[in-house]
């Protein structure tokens, strides 16, 4: 197959491209390298990426909203079978701050890689980044896919919740199979310097105060990244059925489905790093949830998931990529 992967030097995008070259698969990456967290870190995913795929991996650094470049890649891409679109402004708290860098990008880039994908001719599946973000305040757990998500608490939760109601509108309008997925948080080798794992691990190493928000009392579907990558791959090696007058959307959870308290969390990480972490407890901030939890019976049915990565084991591999790559 030959997959375009949009954020192709994002966390999640760098590790699935080195997952297909495994498989022989061919990959065709997009990304702007924005400044939103170390570009360094993105470049060195991306030499990673260009190093193993060799003449299997074309790179375009563009920005998905720039529909005229975007738009122009239609003959270049014209034996793509399958799309990742995972270029997104990330993050809930920072959609505070900027939030019109979400709209750019989660609304815009994201309907102008749809207009590009209805163009393909090989085109089999479209498949996009959702979040469990949607499930905003939802209290009843394991949150399912059935669940209402029509009150998102933040503008990133929104957006992620339109890509999902975008994608309803392209398969009813152009048969285009769509392939929503709640990704519930990631962590791993190579993760984002805005989330808990990095931000912790950091300020632990350095002897800062590490903000633990909600005084503690979170909970979270830590899901490690090779778990999330497989899972991806199960989606595309699993098509859905085309079926005469069903509009081919669906969408699924990509969890761990193993809920873990953010005390636990921090824990894990003060055991593998051998430091006792300094607590900075603070209120809820304002967008957030208190706990994740993904319901993934359809997933594995109809996918084989099968997440098997528990934090005991995923963040010590987390911390052991940390140190190699800061030279610690
Ligand atoms: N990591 C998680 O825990 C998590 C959880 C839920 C959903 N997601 C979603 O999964 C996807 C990938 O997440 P990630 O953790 O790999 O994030 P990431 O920020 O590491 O990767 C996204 C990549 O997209 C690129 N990008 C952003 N805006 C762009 C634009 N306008 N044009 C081109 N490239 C652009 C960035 O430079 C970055 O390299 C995102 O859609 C995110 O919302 C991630």
Same mark, same amino acid.
């Given at each position: 197959?030959?997959?375009?992967?949009?954020?192709?030097?994002?966390?999640?995008?760098?590790?699935?491209?080195?997952?297909?070259?495994?498989?022989?698969d061919e990959v065709?990456?997009?990304?702007?390298?924005?400044?939103?967290?170390?570009?360094?870190?993105?470049?060195?995913?991306?030499?990673?990426?260009?190093?193993?795929?060799?003449?299997?991996?074309?790179?375009?650094?563009?920005?998905?909203?720039?529909?005229?470049?975007?738009?122009?890649?239609?003959?270049?891409?014209?034996?793509?079978?399958?799309?990742m679109n995972l270029?997104?402004?990330?993050?809930?708290?920072?959609?505070?701050?900027?939030?019109?860098?979400?709209?750019?990008?989660?609304?815009?880039?994201?309907?102008?890689?749809?207009?590009?994908?209805?163009?393909?001719?090989?085109?089999?599946?479209?498949?996009?980044?959702?979040?469990?973000?949607?499930?905003?305040?939802?209290?009843?757990?394991?949150?399912?896919?059935?669940?209402?998500?029509?009150?998102?608490?933040?503008?990133?939760?929104?957006?992620?919740?339109?890509?999902e109601l975008i994608?309803?509108?392209?398969?009813?309008?152009?048969?285009?199979?769509?392939?929503?997925?709640?990704?519930?948080?990631?962590?791993?080798?190579?993760?984002?310097?805005?989330?808990?794992?990095?931000?912790?691990?950091?300020?632990?190493?350095?002897?800062?105060?590490?903000?633990?928000?909600?005084?503690?009392?979170?909970?979270?579907?830590? @899901?490690?990244? =090779?778990?999330?990558?497989?899972?991806?791959?199960?989606? &595309?090696?699993?098509?859905? #059925?085309?079926? $005469? +007058?069903?509009?081919?959307?669906?969408?699924?959870?990509?969890?761990?489905?193993?809920?873990?308290?953010?005390?636990?969390?921090?824990?894990?990480?003060?055991?593998?790093?051998?430091?006792?972490?300094?607590?900075?407890?603070?209120?809820?901030?304002?967008?957030?949830?208190?706990? @994740?939890?993904? =319901?993934?019976?359809?997933?594995?049915?109809?996918?084989? &998931?099968?997440?098997?990565? #528990?934090?005991? $084991? +995923?963040?010590?591999?987390?911390?052991?990529?940390?140190?190699?790559?800061?030279?610690?």
């Amino acid at each position: 197959m030959k997959v375009l992967i949009t954020g192709a030097a994002g966390f999640i995008g760098s590790t699935l491209a080195l997952k297909l070259f495994e498989r022989g698969d061919e990959v065709v990456g997009i990304d702007n390298l924005n400044d939103y967290y170390d570009v360094n870190l993105k470049k060195a995913r991306l030499e990673r990426v260009r190093q193993a795929g060799g003449k299997a991996f074309t790179f375009h650094q563009l920005n998905i909203a720039d529909k005229d470049s975007i738009l122009a890649l239609e003959e270049s891409c014209k034996d793509v079978t399958h799309i990742m679109n995972l270029a997104a402004q990330a993050g809930v708290r920072y959609s505070l701050i900027n939030p019109f860098a979400y709209v750019e990008t989660n609304v815009m880039g994201y309907v102008t890689i749809a207009e590009l994908a209805r163009r393909l001719p090989k085109l089999e599946q479209f498949v996009y980044a959702s979040s469990s973000s949607v499930y905003g305040g939802n209290t009843k757990t394991p949150f399912s896919v059935e669940d209402p998500v029509e009150k998102p608490v933040s503008l990133y939760a929104a957006t992620k919740r339109e890509n999902e109601l975008i994608a309803h509108t392209y398969a009813h309008l152009y048969k285009m199979p769509c392939t929503g997925l709640r990704f519930f948080t990631v962590y791993g080798p190579w993760g984002r310097p805005d989330m808990a794992a990095y931000l912790f691990t950091k300020n632990i190493i350095a002897g800062e105060p590490i903000p633990v928000f909600n005084h503690g009392n979170m909970r979270r579907d830590f @899901t490690y990244i =090779d778990d999330i990558v497989a899972g991806v791959i199960g989606v &595309f090696d699993n098509p859905m #059925t085309l079926e $005469e +007058g069903k509009v081919p959307t669906r969408l699924y959870n990509i969890g761990n489905s193993h809920t873990e308290t953010l005390m636990d969390y921090i824990g894990e990480i003060e055991k593998a790093l051998g430091k006792k972490a300094i607590y900075d407890f603070l209120p809820m901030q304002a967008g957030d949830v208190p706990a @994740t939890s993904a =319901d993934i019976e359809a997933t594995k049915r109809d996918f084989g &998931f099968a997440p098997t990565t #528990t934090i005991r $084991e +995923g963040i010590p591999k987390f911390i052991e990529w940390y140190k190699t790559y800061h030279g610690v």
